[in-house]
């Protein structure tokens, strides 16, 4: 059995949760939170809550550890630190970020002989897959990836972390325009804004400065300064009634060429319709925790990517198994 232990019990930690369940190789080990661990509740039962600040003591008892907290503040931060005890693993979906935040981690696993895992989910994680492959296949040829129409967590996350905002949610839309001249082959030169629009829902504290807030979403580096981007100011009851799911999706498509003369397009079309973002992205994370727990095994140490990992070892099945059944 892979003992699991998860950091944070927001969307993403219960989804964790509800993956981890659906393992039979793995269990759920014990739970890390910010807050008072005793107001805390799994649906698990049996499983211990402990205090973040707490974990290192725990060490011994988790063989993988899904750090799932924000990408704006949270991971940059948690995820070296812990891997200083842990296997770690954690969705980090802030793009330019990704480099440096590789490079923290990987320092840190390797110092301390463990072997860690950065920005798995669907984008990045599948997607990046997907990216990667269509572009060995057919290298004349451009990427395009959509995504939405749905809620993106990260962004979710920092519209929340603004001074004077209580709650909200951040659409992703793309433009239906741009998607159909990469499937029809013409191969457009789209920029950041013409391929998608964001749309946000923010309930305000009261008294707080609208366009204070306003201001500060639609200029945010690396989240909404380089979109369209539409804010409405809503009621909590209306953020609750219409605005509760967390549905998302999106296309990677490729458009390639080949022939002696390029005479002949491929269109790659690899595409995703979640209902729960949080819980797909944490049954992706599931299966790369049972690729770094064998990784663990094996003796290796320092960060990986979803670039880095074989197939198999996402796979309960044996080479066997896989060899006759999917092969």
């Known amino acids: 059995m892979i003992r699991v232990g998860i950091l944070g019990y927001g969307n993403l930690g219960r989804g964790m949760e509800s993956a981890i369940r659906q393992n039979p190789d793995m269990e759920f080990a014990a739970l890390f939170t910010r807050r ?20 290192a003591a725990h060490k011994d008892e988790i063989d993988v550890l899904v750090i799932c907290g924000g990408s704006a503040t949270d991971l940059p931060v948690q995820t070296p630190e812990y891997a200083k005890y842990f296997n770690v693993i954690d969705s980090f979906d802030t793009h330019a970020r990704i480099p440096e935040h590789f490079a923290n981690v990987d320092k840190a696993a390797k110092e301390s002989g463990h072997v860690a895992m950065i920005s798995v989910g669907w984008d990045p994680g599948l997607f990046s897959l997907n990216r990667m492959m269509a572009g060995a296949i057919l290298p004349e040829g ?3 990836t959509f995504w939405g129409k749905g809620v993106s967590q990260g962004h979710s996350d920092a519209i929340r972390r603004i001074e004077g905002v209580k709650d909200g949610k951040q659409y992703t839309i793309p433009v239906e325009a741009a998607m159909e001249a990469v499937r029809k082959g013409e191969n457009p030169e789209l920029t950041t804004r013409e391929k998608h629009t964001r749309e946000c829902f923010v309930v305000a504290e009261e008294g707080a400065d609208l366009a204070k807030i306003e201001k500060e979403i639609k200029t945010m580096p690396n989240y909404f300064a380089d979109y369209d981007t539409t804010v ?11 605005h509760s799911g967390i549905p998302h999706g999106g296309v990677v498509l490729r458009s390639g060429k080949t022939g002696f003369e ?29 690729a770094i727990a064998r990784l663990a095994k094996e003796g290796q140490s320092g960060c990986k990517t979803v670039f880095d990992i074989a197939p198999a070892y996402l796979s309960p099945l044996s080479g066997e198994e896989l060899r006759k059944t999917l092969l």
């Open 142 to 144: 451009k990427d395009y």
């Open 36 to 55: 008072d661990p005793a107001s805390v509740k799994t649906k698990t039962e049996g499983v211990p809550v402990y205090s973040a600040q707490d974990a």
């Open 232 to 242: 409405h100011f809503i009621s909590e009851e209306e953020l609750l009634r219409d």
């Open 262 to 290: 390029k005479e002949n397009t491929h269109i790659i079309e690899y595409s995703l319709k979640l209902d729960s973002n949080p819980e797909f992205t944490s049954s992706v994370i599931a299966a790369y925790t049972r």
